[in-house]
Nanobody
């Protein structure tokens, strides 16, 4: 079992920055991919970014490319999402997701609200 806890959300003005954290516990060694997703009110869950723990491969959704950075601190079992130049359209609940072979785990989400 893997447990994920997101933190770092809050209210920020457009153009501001936030850093989200996802603390992982349990059998984290079995999870090779870590993802960030977000879900805005009335919309489906949207892919944001990913990091492959085995080799550090990183990718982003086009909507956040150049503004967001995903990273990992293995010693702290934590994945981060640094969000810069935030826009009102970034307002959503942000979730981290851990995937391995035949397994898929989600955190509880953290709210990010960007005011114009």
């Amino acid at each position: 079992q893997v447990q994920l806890v997101e933190s770092g959300g809050g209210l920020v003005q457009a153009g501001g920055s936030l850093r989200l954290s996802c603390l992982a516990s349990g059998r984290t060694s079995s999870m090779d991919y870590m993802y960030w997703y977000r879900q805005a009110p009335g919309k489906g869950r949207e892919y944001v970014a990913e990091i492959r723990r085995s080799d550090g491969h990183i990718d982003y959704a086009d909507s956040v490319k150049g503004r967001f950075t995903i990273s990992e601190d293995n010693a702290k079992n934590t994945v981060y999402l640094q969000m810069n130049n935030l826009k009102p359209d970034d307002t959503a609940v942000y979730y981290c997701n851990a995937e391995g072979v035949g397994a898929d785990y989600w955190g509880q989400g953290t709210q990010v609200t960007v005011s114009s």
